[in-house]
């Protein structure tokens, strides 16, 4: 009979963390909630408060808390095998591998998988270089990739780096931010040719003008939701394929309908990846990572490798069903519905509060920028605190982004219906008022 613990005590959950756990991952809010239970949209903190769940996770939990889908086949298969390594083959492994390739954009075919988004970067980095025989990679100011050593180099976030960079070969350059471009006000069309001309001028001034990859996310998560101007990924990907490199796509928060209309977020910009990267919602919280190429750059992968958990057989059976109720649900046409809502909602907000700046995303992956003064545009963090705090008093759950903690970030399960939109909407008017009670 296996053990059971039940808790119940937030204040001694509070005090374990204090005590046990490394500090460097601190929780949401001044007193952080404790939670117990999720279904769907509706997660239970340890003193039995529900809280209407707009954050998923970041992201994660993309069909809802615990669906039953999901539960029984983890169940099921958890009963069956619980795990081999990838020196074994499962049925459930490559059945997944086979639909994700159904789905993704262009060539893409091969799959391997790890436990995590950051792993799934660390293959596609490694998969570029073998490929191009070059080291050197380009990535976006304010993107972020991981935790690994790797990764935090990738990252364009001050805080979220620990050390000076210990990795050579990785350029930064300017991050196509619409609502604080550097070179036009309002961002438009127009400034791409800025952008690549920064971007060109970077691979011939910082590089040795033979780069293995330029890596971007579609959508900029912890950056706060920021989106490029049109015509942005075609240009910039253009010119790294014409000086050799790949173009490495991270869809490990856009990815899998969240975007609206598309299964993943590069579509909307019609550009090929050459590897893609994929995590959260996969297989609703299951940690699975997966990096997908075309089968001629994956046979270039220049060594004997493992995961030891990837492609575990549970994580597996959870993927599976996970793109089964995407599938059948039409995610894609889900987010684009709900998306629109959503976005009308935040507009009204924003022509009601001027602290809330910008109103940016795709889909039901929406954000606030949050200033103090909306004509210097400057950044607020104390706000975005604050409503913070004002949206857990009124039991629902967002994120926080941006450079300076200024961005609220919203990504809700993509099986949210119009009413729970609508009740997310009025909560948060709710908190901004509590806001402007306390400013």
Request: aromatic content about 8%; some cysteine; hydrophobic content about 40%.
């Amino acid at each position: 009979m296996g053990l059971r613990v039940e808790t119940t005590d937030a204040n001694a959950v509070r005090a374990g963390y204090r005590d046990y756990l490394f500090q460097c991952a601190p929780p949401y809010y001044d007193d952080p909630i404790v939670v117990v239970r999720g279904q769907g949209m509706t997660v239970v903190d340890a003193e039995g408060r529900e809280y209407l769940d707009f954050f998923s996770g970041i992201l994660t939990t993309a069909i809802g808390h615990c669906h039953p889908e999901v539960v029984a086949a983890i169940q099921e298969q958890v009963a069956t095998l619980g795990h081999t390594s990838t020196l074994y083959l499962t049925e459930n492994q490559v059945e997944l591998a086979r639909r994700l390739a159904e789905i993704a954009p262009g060539r893409l075919k091969k799959t391997f998988f790890t436990n995590s988004g950051t792993e799934a970067v660390e293959t596609a980095i490694i998969l570029a270089c073998a490929f191009t025989g070059r080291s050197e990679i380009i990535a976006l100011r304010h993107s972020y990739s991981g935790r690994s050593v790797m990764a935090t180099n990738l990252t364009a976030h001050s805080g979220w780096r620990p050390l000076a960079t210990l990795v050579p070969g990785i350029k930064h350059v300017v991050s196509p931010y619409p609502y604080r471009c550097q070179f036009k006000s309002p961002c438009d069309a127009s400034c791409v040719d800025k952008f690549a001309q920064d971007f060109e001028e970077a691979i011939l001034t910082m590089t040795n003008g033979k780069p293995a990859a330029f890596m971007a996310e579609t959508i900029q998560g912890v950056g706060g939701y920021v989106v490029p101007p049109p015509g942005y990924f075609q240009r910039i990907v253009e010119i790294i394929h014409k000086f050799g490199g790949l173009f490495i796509c991270d869809e490990v928060q856009a990815g899998f309908g969240r975007t609206g209309d598309k299964w993943f977020g590069i579509e909307h910009w019609d550009v090929e990846p050459d590897i893609m990267v994929m995590a959260k919602a996969i297989a609703s919280g299951s940690p699975v990572g997966a990096t997908m190429t075309r089968p001629e750059i994956a046979a270039t992968w220049p060594s004997k490798t493992i995961s030891t958990f990837g492609g575990n057989p549970v994580a597996m059976a959870a993927g599976i069903v996970t793109n089964e109720v995407m599938v059948r649900e039409n995610t894609p046409r889900r987010s684009a519905e709900r998306g629109k809502q959503l976005r009308a909602g935040l507009e009204t907000l924003k022509a009601r509060h001027e602290w809330i700046g910008d109103v940016r995303g795709m889909g039901l992956m929406q954000a606030l920028e949050l200033v103090d003064d909306p004509r210097a545009k400057t950044p607020s963090p104390k706000k975005a605190r604050l409503l913070m705090e004002a949206t857990k008093e009124e039991r629902l759950l967002i994120g926080v982004g941006g450079l300076h903690g200024q961005v609220i970030r919203m990504g809700p399960s993509m099986l949210c219906s119009e009413d729970e939109v609508a009740d997310a909407l009025g909560r948060l008017e709710r908190a901004c008022k509590r806001v402007e009670e306390k400013a």
